[in-house]
C-alpha cells in the first residue's frame, strides 16, 4: 500500500509540472472574436496576380481589398529597423547572399522581391499601407533571447502607434512571453508543429512545453500534425486553435472541425 501511495504522489506531481508547462493563458483575450472561422492569408495574398511577391506591399493591398485578415513575418536588422520579410537570408526572395539581421536597412532596400522592382518593405509600410483595413496577425522571427528583445522593443515602439487591430505570434517563446510580460493587452500566439525527427528543443516546442514562457491565448499549429496529442490537450485547455498553412481548399476541409481559423496560400478559398 505504501509503495502505491508514493507511486500515486509522483505520478500526481509529474502531471502537474506536465501542466503547469503546457497550460496556455487561463484568461481568454477578447480579440479572438475577430478570429473565429477567420481565413488569413499567409503573407498576404501573393502570386496571384503578377508583381505581388509574398510579404510584399502589392500582396498585403491585394488581402487587405478583399477582407481577409494578413499574415506577415519581421526581422530586426543591423540598424535597428524593423522589416517585413520571412527568411533569415534574401537568397531565395533576392538572389543576394547575407542574413537580414547582419543588414542595415539601407543594405537591405538595395535588394529587389524575386522579378521585381519591390523594395522589402518596413514594418511602418506595412502598417500605413493596411491602415487598419484589416486585423494583422505578426510573426516574430529571432532566434535567441537577446535578439526576440530587440525585435520585440523595436516594433513595440512602432506598433504602439497603430490604431488597427493586430496579432502576435512566434515559434519563439521567448518573443511571445515578452508580450505577456510587456504588452498583457495585445493577443499572442505561439507557433508550433510535431517537428518529427528535428532537435529535442524543436520536439519540445511541439510538445508546447515552453507554454509557461508566453502563456498563448491561441495556438497555431501545422495543420498536418492536427492529431498530436499536445496540440489537442492545448484546445481542451482553452487554447483558441489555429491552422497553418492550408495549400487548398480540400486541405481546409479535412480538418476543418479541428480548427477556428485557418492560415492559408496559394488559392482563394471557398467561405
Known amino acids: 500500500m505504501t509503495a502505491l501511495l508514493i507511486a500515486l504522489g509522483v505520478f500526481a506531481v509529474l502531471l502537474a509540472g506536465f501542466l503547469f508547462l503546457v497550460f496556455p493563458a487561463k484568461k481568454k483575450h477578447g480579440d479572438l472574436e475577430l478570429l473565429k472561422g477567420a481565413y488569413i ?19 498585403f493591398d491585394a488581402a487587405a481589398k478583399q477582407g481577409y485578415i494578413i499574415e506577415n513575418d519581421i526581422h ?67 532566434e535567441d533571447s537577446k535578439t526576440c528583445e530587440r525585435l520585440c522593443v523595436a516594433a513595440n515602439e512602432i506598433l504602439k502607434e497603430y490604431k488597427g487591430k493586430y496579432f502576435v505570434q512566434s515559434f519563439y517563446p521567448f518573443a511571445v512571453g515578452w508580450y505577456k510580460k510587456h504588452r498583457k493587452d495585445i493577443c499572442r500566439g505561439q507557433l508550433s508543429a510535431a517537428f518529427k525527427g528535428e532537435s529535442l528543443v524543436k ?36 487554447a483558441f486553435p489555429v491552422g497553418w498553412t492550408f495549400k487548398s481548399q480540400q486541405e481546409v476541409d479535412t480538418v476543418k472541425d ?6 492559408f496560400e496559394g488559392f482563394i478559398p471557398e467561405e
Open 258 to 263: 479541428k480548427f477556428n481559423t485557418y492560415i
Open 76 to 142: 530586426i536588422t543591423a540598424d535597428g529597423e524593423v522589416v517585413v520579410f520571412h527568411d533569415d537570408n534574401p537568397v531565395r526572395m533576392c538572389g543576394a547572399e547575407g542574413k537580414i539581421e547582419e543588414m542595415t536597412l539601407a543594405e537591405i532596400k538595395t535588394l529587389r522581391l524575386l522579378d521585381t522592382d519591390l523594395q522589402i518593405p518596413t514594418l511602418k509600410e506595412c502598417l500605413d499601407l493596411v491602415d487598419g483595413r484589416v486585423p494583422l496577425l505578426i510573426e516574430f522571427k529571432c
Open 41 to 59: 492569408a499567409h503573407r498576404g495574398l501573393h502570386d496571384l496576380e503578377p508583381n505581388t511577391p509574398e510579404n510584399s506591399l502589392p500582396a
Open 203 to 238: 520536439r519540445m516546442l511541439g510538445c508546447t512545453l515552453f507554454n509557461f514562457i508566453a502563456r498563448p491565448h491561441f495556438l497555431s499549429y501545422c495543420h498536418n500534425d492536427e492529431k498530436h496529442p499536445c496540440r489537442r490537450l492545448n484546445t481542451k485547455l482553452g
